[in-house]
Structure formats: C-alpha cells, structure tokens
C-alpha cells in the first residue's frame, strides 16, 4: 500500500436519469484497477458488493470493504485502486441533495434495505424518465443513506516531509520491525519530538497508526487472495495467533471469514 499514487474507477457520472438529483450505475470487474487522480462535480456514493477498494483522498487513506459505501463530497480530488475482482455501485447527488450531507468523506456500513434499493436505483439510472415509482424508491433511498451511522476510519497520512518518508517506507514494507528511535532517526528528529510530531500531524500515535495501516494492507492482500499465512508474514506477524487476534479486533472478521466475505460478496451474510 503507497501513500502516493494509487487509483480506481474515473468513470464519469451518467447523464441525469429524470430525478434531476441522482443518477449513476452498476460497476463490476474481473481484474484490478486503478485510475489516476481527480474529482467530481457531484456528490459521490460508492457502494462495494464484494471486493475491495482503497482511496487516497487529501492525505488521508480509506478502504471499503464488502457491504460498505463511502460518501465523497465534491471537489475532494482522490484516487483509488480495486484489488481484484469488484462488484458495486457508484451513485451521483447532484447539489440540491448534498447540502444536507457531511461535508467531509465518511465510511458507512450498509443495511440489507439500502443495499437492495441501490441495485434497483442503479439498474433505471439511465432511462430517460423515471417513472413515479422510481423517484418514490430514490426517496426512499436518501432516507435510508442519511439514517445510516457513518464512520471515520480512515488512516490519515502524515503532511511534514519528515514524517512522510517514514510513512511512505512502511507503506511499501509494513512488516519493517525497526523501533520508534529508528523511525525517528529516518526523520532526522529527536524520539522525543518525533511521537510528538507523527500523534500531532496525524492525531494518532506511532504504534496505533503502524497497527492500522498493517490490517488495512492485510485486507487488501486478502482481497487479493493471497494466502492467509503469507498475509500474516507480509504485514510483520509471526504468530498466525496474534495475527488473526489484530485483525479481529480491527475489523471484525477473522482473516478466512473476510476472505471468504470478499469473494462471495456482503449479502450473503447479511
């Protein structure tokens, strides 16, 4: 996983569907993807079915895994890249509607209503007119998008150049096991005023933001179907207990069920 330049899905919005509000498609592919850095006009709500994307938004790193959407405001420039094979959604809110939307990007985990309502929004998105019932479904929807708790768990990525080069060097290698007084030489900083600096610039300290970006490299890797052990050594755990114990208590799942929820898709164990 790189701080830099990493990206998915520059489709552009689909024309307006006759809910002048929201228009938008289903996407799915076989392979991995990415796409280069821009940004969209419209509000943005990208639903994941099965698979995983990452998205880089202005320093800051999200991954929406099975059964998730992610709500990205317009004017956020952002890339992202699919690890594998990906089914979803991606829906468009024109300005009347996303004034009453957070203003910043949030994570969500869908409901089994919202997720039904988004496929059958997405399959009519590009008829000319919408019938009376499909602009009561849109209704519908908005009122299930905006009842949906949202989360904030993204993995902010450190502005001080400093800093960086050290986010950056365990963004490539996070299994690297160098101790906080080497990561503070890397930055050519005092230990002292490195924990100080890295918990003020990203608002987490050293050892909790290394945790995260491991188990957010390992659900890409296991989207990616790689091997369970191979996953718990590339991300710097030797015990496969511990491992599996990290990524519970990160995510939920244990790594096979959220291999496994990756292939198969969120419905089947809603």
């Given at each position: 996983?790189?701080?830099?330049?990493?990206?998915?899905?520059?489709?552009?919005?689909?024309?307006?569907?006759?809910a002048?509000?929201?228009?938008?498609s289903?996407?799915?592919?076989?392979?991995?993807?990415?796409?280069?850095?821009?940004?969209?006009?419209?509000?943005?709500?990208?639903?994941?079915?099965?698979?995983?994307?990452?998205v880089?938004?202005q320093n800051?790193?999200?991954?929406?895994?099975?059964?998730?959407?992610?709500?990205?405001?317009?004017?956020?420039?952002?890339?992202?890249?699919?690890?594998?094979?990906?089914a979803?959604?991606?829906?468009?809110?024109?300005?009347?509607?996303?004034?009453?939307?957070a203003?910043r990007?949030?994570?969500?985990?869908?409901?089994?209503?919202?997720?039904?309502?988004?496929?059958?929004?997405?399959?009519?998105?590009?008829?000319?007119?919408?019938?009376?019932?499909?602009?009561?479904l849109?209704?519908?929807?908005?009122d299930?998008?905006?009842?949906?708790?949202?989360?904030?768990v993204?993995?902010?990525?450190?502005?001080?150049?400093?800093?960086?080069?050290v986010?950056?060097?365990?963004s490539?290698?996070?299994?690297?096991?160098?101790?906080?007084?080497?990561?503070?030489?890397?930055?050519?900083?005092?230990?002292?005023?490195?924990?100080?600096?890295?918990?003020?610039?990203?608002?987490?300290?050293?050892?909790v933001?290394?945790?995260r970006?491991?188990?957010?490299n390992?659900?890409?890797?296991?989207?990616?179907?790689?091997?369970?052990?191979?996953?718990?050594?590339?991300?710097?755990?030797?015990s496969?207990?511990?491992?599996?114990?990290?990524f519970?208590?990160?995510?939920?799942?244990?790594?096979?069920?959220?291999?496994?929820?990756?292939?198969?898709?969120?419905?089947?164990?809603?």
């Amino acid at each position: 996983m790189h701080a830099k330049s990493f990206s998915f899905l520059s489709e552009n919005p689909a024309p307006s569907c006759g809910a002048p509000w929201l228009s938008g498609s289903p996407v799915r592919q076989t392979n991995r993807r990415t796409t280069d850095l821009h940004v969209h006009e419209k509000g943005q709500i990208f639903v994941v079915k099965s698979g995983v994307m990452a998205v880089m938004i202005q320093n800051s790193y999200w991954l929406i895994g099975p059964g998730q959407l992610l709500w990205l405001p317009p004017g956020f420039f952002h890339e992202a890249r699919s690890h594998g094979a990906i089914a979803g959604w991606s829906l468009y809110i024109a300005a009347e509607r996303y004034s009453s939307v957070a203003h910043r990007p949030f994570l969500a985990d869908c409901t089994r209503l919202l997720m039904a309502q988004v496929e059958r929004l997405s399959q009519n998105a590009k008829e000319e007119a919408w019938q009376d019932s499909f602009t009561r479904l849109a209704e519908s929807f908005w009122d299930e998008f905006l009842s949906i708790p949202r989360h904030s768990v993204s993995l902010p990525f450190p502005e001080d150049a400093r800093l960086k080069r050290v986010a950056e060097a365990l963004s490539v290698t996070p299994s690297d096991s160098r101790g906080q007084q080497e990561w503070a030489d890397m930055a050519g900083m005092s230990l002292r005023s490195f924990i100080r600096h890295f918990t003020a610039d990203t608002g987490m300290q050293f050892s909790v933001w290394r945790q995260r970006l491991r188990i957010l490299n390992a659900q890409e890797r296991l989207a990616r179907r790689e091997r369970v052990t191979d996953v718990a050594a590339a991300v710097g755990y030797e015990s496969l207990g511990a491992f599996a114990a990290a990524f519970r208590k990160g995510t939920g799942y244990s790594p096979s069920a959220y291999a496994q929820r990756c292939r198969s898709g969120a419905t089947a164990s809603m």
